[in-house]
């Protein structure tokens, strides 16, 4: 389902503008990720996919929706937003019940809401822990649930709000894997990410902003190599891209893959 | 600072959350903790700031002592005055009491009876290097996950503690923040506080402090300098992050193509071993 955004600007009610003419094209299928520093309009710019924030100018479709004709909740049958801290969206008494809340909602039959439960408990590596109450489990467990309370709602495109903060290497790879299986599925993945490692890891496109404008938007190493663009808004390149430039590699390198081939390559 | 056999269980539960840690902490010695997630790290935070015995019940044993003064025996008044804690979630930190950051800054001052201008004068520098001068007159719930971060740094700097421990203090900052808050911990340092820093951002933590400890399963896994605990193979086996520095080496040692004895952990590092590369290659 693709997603158009055209000209898109909002003001908090303080008066302060936090998009300011936000204009870009995510195709079905796509896995983008977001950064850029703190109050750069990451999160105001996602939370417009769902209808949470609607546009004081401009336009956002969803499919072939606007999304100030439809309602949160019907928006939520094509957008699944996972929120930064999983404490905000978390509510009930079983990891079971909270999966399968989303899908339920969405108005799928009992047979289907069982199934997606189980694919998204499956996913997230969870299903040992269906009956458990999610705030007896960890942050890093119960943000695996925050995920797949999401997954099991089967939307076209997928939302995660920082995944990674605060997360464990094992947890970072887990969420990697999440990822990765959505791809394989067509979904829409869009996450925002001060995580610049795990962008370029896992991302093909990249989207960099700065004061509610777009600064870059292309191709993962086209973004990366933009080491003094990207410092306006705070981001440092990924660790073997500034190890790639100090190295004279050419072309941009953000992983480890790419790194070794350049390194073999240059010394034959 | 000194632990000796440390060992803490939350109420209700049968294994202990810190396993008979010992350890010693030099003044101005900037160690950082590393491990997983469910490690015991946020509680060892809480009970180098007294959290653990005197909020947290539970049972602890072994001795806890910063400067002379066993935890045990001082109240959570006192101890504060010694330590200082920020913790993983800024947002459970801020006080609710007041309305702009100048005042929240001024909050833990005012506890402690600093007169007025003192007061002033430690929030200004205080938010001078911590970069967040520009925020002193909103509100404290009006600002991101990473400019509250910079304020609860900031609202614990200006208490002036011997000891500083931070809880993933730049999990939300972006990251130049993140470079920038490590660059001011660093400073704090270099000034006679004791920093204890647990994170997860190890290409910093290689650059930045001066010792690693590792934690697992509430004990002390590896402790040394960055290097050695940065560096040892046992890190990646046993679920803990390390740079990709070092990461990428030992991958080219296998192809050939590291040279050098030692692994990499910071970015200099990498750029000397394998610049030694093109250099050996003229040469030979």
């Given at each position: 389902?693709?997603?158009?955004?055209?000209?898109?600007?909002?003001?908090?009610?303080?008066?302060?503008?936090?998009?300011?003419?936000?204009?870009?094209?995510?195709?079905?299928?796509?896995?983008?990720?977001?950064?850029?520093?703190?109050?750069?309009?990451?999160?105001?710019?996602?939370?417009?996919?769902?209808?949470?924030?609607?546009?004081?100018?401009?336009?956002?479709?969803?499919?072939?929706?606007?999304?100030?004709?439809?309602?949160?909740?019907?928006?939520?049958?094509?957008?699944?937003?996972?929120?930064?801290?999983?404490?905000?969206?978390?509510?009930?008494?079983?990891?079971?019940?909270?999966?399968?809340?989303?899908?339920?909602?969405?108005?799928?039959?009992?047979?289907?809401?069982?199934?997606?439960?189980?694919?998204?408990?499956?996913?997230?590596?969870?299903?040992?822990?269906?009956?458990?109450?999610?705030?007896?489990?960890?942050?890093?467990?119960?943000?695996?649930?925050?995920?797949?309370?999401?997954?099991?709602?089967?939307?076209?495109?997928?939302?995660?709000?920082?995944?990674?903060?605060?997360?464990?290497?094992?947890?970072?790879?887990?969420?990697?894997?999440?990822?990765?299986?959505?791809?394989?599925?067509?979904?829409?993945?869009?996450?925002?990410?001060?995580?610049?490692?795990?962008?370029?890891?896992?991302?093909?496109?990249?989207?960099?902003?700065?004061?509610?404008?777009?600064?870059?938007?292309?191709?993962?190493?086209?973004?990366?190599?933009?080491?003094?663009?990207?410092?306006?808004?705070?981001?440092?390149?990924?660790?073997?891209?500034?190890?790639?430039?100090?190295?004279?590699?050419?072309?941009?390198?953000?992983?480890?893959?790419?790194?070794?081939?350049?390194?073999?390559?240059?010394?034959? | 600072?000194?632990?000796?056999?440390?060992?803490?269980?939350?109420?209700?539960?049968?294994?202990?959350?810190?396993?008979?840690?010992?350890?010693?902490?030099?003044?101005?010695?900037?160690?950082?903790?590393?491990?997983?997630?469910?490690?015991?790290?946020?509680?060892?935070?809480?009970?180098?700031?007294?959290?653990?015995?005197?909020?947290?019940?539970?049972?602890l044993t072994g001795l806890v002592e910063v400067a002379g003064i066993e935890s045990h025996n001082s109240s959570l008044s006192e101890w504060v005055l010694n330590v200082g804690l920020a913790f993983q979630n800024p947002f459970n930190q801020?006080?609710?009491?007041?309305?702009?950051?100048?005042?929240?800054?001024?909050?833990?001052?005012?506890?402690?009876?600093?007169?007025?201008?003192?007061?002033?004068?430690?929030?200004?520098?205080?938010?001078?290097?911590t970069g967040i001068s520009d925020l002193a007159e909103r509100s404290p719930y009006s600002l991101s996950g990473g400019q509250q971060q910079r304020v609860a740094l900031t609202s614990i700097l200006v208490m002036q503690p011997k000891v500083?421990?931070?809880?993933?203090?730049?999990?939300?900052?972006?990251?130049?923040?993140?470079?920038?808050?490590?660059?001011?911990?660093?400073?704090?340092?270099?000034?006679?506080?004791?920093?204890?820093?647990?994170?997860?951002?190890?290409?910093?933590?290689?650059?930045?402090?001066?010792?690693?400890?590792?934690?697992?399963?509430?004990?002390?896994?590896?402790?040394?300098?960055?290097?050695?605990?940065?560096?040892?193979?046992?890190?990646?086996?046993?679920?803990?992050?390390?740079?990709?520095?070092?990461?990428?080496?030992?991958?080219?040692?296998?192809?050939?193509?590291?040279?050098?004895?030692?692994?990499?952990?910071?970015?200099?590092?990498?750029?000397?071993?394998?610049?030694?590369?093109?250099?050996?290659?003229?040469?030979?």
């Amino acid at each position: 389902m693709k997603i158009e955004i055209s000209d898109l600007q909002f003001y908090y009610p303080n008066g302060v503008q936090a998009l300011d003419g936000i204009s870009l094209t995510i195709d079905s299928g796509e896995q983008v990720a977001i950064v850029g520093q703190n109050g750069a309009g990451k999160t105001t710019l996602v939370k417009h996919l769902n209808g949470l924030l609607q546009p004081n100018q401009g336009l956002v479709l969803i499919g072939d929706w606007d999304t100030t004709k439809h309602s949160v909740a019907k928006l939520a049958s094509r957008v699944g937003y996972v929120f930064q801290n999983p404490d905000e969206q978390l509510f009930s008494k079983t990891v079971g019940v909270e999966v399968a809340f989303g899908p339920r909602n969405l108005g799928f039959n009992g047979e289907q809401v069982q199934a997606l439960v189980k694919d998204a408990l499956a996913l997230t590596e969870l299903s040992d822990k269906t009956e458990t109450n999610p705030y007896d489990l960890s942050v890093t467990w119960r943000k695996m649930v925050a995920l797949a309370s999401i997954i099991s709602m089967d939307t076209d495109i997928v939302v995660f709000d920082e995944p990674t903060t605060g997360q464990d290497a094992v947890n970072i790879a887990r969420i990697a894997n999440v990822i990765a299986e959505l791809r394989k599925r067509g979904k829409t993945v869009i996450t925002i990410t001060h995580d610049i490692d795990f962008c370029a890891e896992n991302f093909e496109r990249i989207i960099a902003l700065s004061h509610g404008k777009i600064l870059l938007d292309g191709k993962a190493n086209e973004v990366l190599g933009q080491e003094e663009i990207l410092a306006t808004t705070y981001v440092d390149p990924p660790q073997l891209t500034r190890l790639g430039k100090r190295l004279n590699f050419n072309p941009t390198v953000r992983n480890e893959e790419e790194f070794l081939d350049v390194l073999s390559k240059d010394r034959s | 600072m000194n632990l000796q056999n440390v060992t803490y269980k939350y109420p209700l539960t049968e294994t202990p959350a810190l396993q008979n840690i010992s350890l010693q902490v030099n003044d101005g010695e900037f160690v950082a903790i590393i491990g997983p997630n469910g490690a015991g790290k946020s509680t060892l935070c809480y009970t180098l700031a007294g959290f653990v015995p005197h909020f947290f019940k539970g049972e602890l044993t072994g001795l806890v002592e910063v400067a002379g003064i066993e935890s045990h025996n001082s109240s959570l008044s006192e101890w504060v005055l010694n330590v200082g804690l920020a913790f993983q979630n800024p947002f459970n930190q801020i006080s609710g009491a007041k309305y702009t950051v100048f005042e929240e800054l001024a909050f833990g001052l005012e506890n402690i009876g600093i007169p007025r201008e003192e007061m002033k004068t430690r929030v200004e520098d205080a938010m001078k290097l911590t970069g967040i001068s520009d925020l002193a007159e909103r509100s404290p719930y009006s600002l991101s996950g990473g400019q509250q971060q910079r304020v609860a740094l900031t609202s614990i700097l200006v208490m002036q503690p011997k000891v500083l421990v931070l809880d993933e203090p730049t999990s939300q900052m972006d990251p130049i923040g993140t470079r920038e808050v490590f660059g001011v911990i660093r400073r704090m340092a270099e000034r006679g506080m004791t920093v204890i820093l647990v994170e997860h951002k190890v290409e910093w933590i290689a650059q930045f402090a001066d010792r690693v400890i590792a934690l697992k399963d509430g004990q002390i896994f590896l402790d040394g300098t960055p290097s050695e605990v940065l560096t040892s193979p046992l890190l990646q086996e046993n679920g803990f992050g390390i740079s990709r520095y070092t990461s990428v080496a030992r991958k080219a040692i296998e192809m050939g193509l590291w040279k050098k004895d030692r692994l990499p952990i910071t970015l200099d590092e990498a750029v000397e071993g394998f610049s030694l590369l093109n250099t050996d290659e003229t040469s030979s």
